[in-house]
């Protein structure tokens, strides 16, 4: 049997994690969470201390970034080079390392081979910023997740916040923007929506009309 592929794209902050997260859950689907590859790349970057502007010094380093992933209890767990690094790649800088240094193809090409391979084995549901286009463009099922800046930037506002983390409002939108304009205009594979995807628009929506909107999609091309 086919395993059945959904593929989630969209700008940082627009909820793809949270809610890939919930429809894997109600689906029983594995759940691929892509970012955190490219976030493990930047992490290893930082700590060798490689230059991020010059492509031939990241296209070298990244060739000893062994990159895997794990499940515990349902949850993807990122491996680089046998450590478990979820927990270290969730900052500010290393979000910005990863949208900078994924502009690279060497980059790009080290970790295709783990998405693909990850989706066609079993269902899953990938979320990331080339899934649909590029990584699985054959997916049964394709979401293109988008938000106003706005909104966008208030909930990352909120979730730093909570976390006891100061942060500015207006500086995180800006850096949202900067990010969303690097990752729509890299030569290769941009953001984008691809032609046959559905297209959410979850400023004005609650996480489970999402939710709910995803399934139902994924239910009309079973
Ligand atoms: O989604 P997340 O914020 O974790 O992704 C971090 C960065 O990794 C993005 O800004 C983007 O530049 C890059 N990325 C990518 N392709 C993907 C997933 C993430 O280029 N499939």
């Known amino acids: 049997k086919q395993a059945f592929n959904i593929a989630i794209d969209g700008p ?127 997916a049964q099922a394709k979401i293109y997740l988008t938000a106003s800046s706005r909104v966008r930037a208030l909930r990352r506002y909120k979730e730093l916040t909570e976390k006891g983390t100061m942060c500015n409002l207006e500086e995180i939108e800006q850096d949202i923007i900067e990010r969303d304009h690097r990752d729509m205009t890299r030569e290769i594979a941009p953001l984008k929506q691809a032609e046959d995807a559905v297209l959410l628009d979850s400023s004005e929506m609650t996480i489970d009309q999402v939710v709910q909107a995803i399934i139902d999609t994924a239910k009309a091309h079973g």
């Open 12 to 138: 940082a902050g627009a909820g793809k994690s949270t809610i890939a997260k919930m429809v894997a859950k109600k689906l029983n689907f594995i759940y691929v969470d892509t970012g955190a590859m490219y976030r493990a790349i930047a992490l290893y970057l930082l700590r060798d201390g490689v230059d991020t502007a010059n492509e031939a010094a990241v296209s070298e380093a990244v060739k000893n970034a062994d990159i895997t992933i794990r499940y515990q209890d349902g949850a993807q767990q990122v491996i680089l080079n046998g450590e478990d690094v979820s927990g270290l790649i969730r900052t500010e800088e290393v979000g910005n390392t990863a949208s900078a240094t994924s502009v690279y193809p060497a980059v790009r090409a080290h970790l295709l081979e783990l998405q693909r391979s990850l989706a066609a084995s079993q269902n899953v549901i990938m979320d990331g910023r080339d899934i649909g286009t590029c990584i699985l463009p054959d």
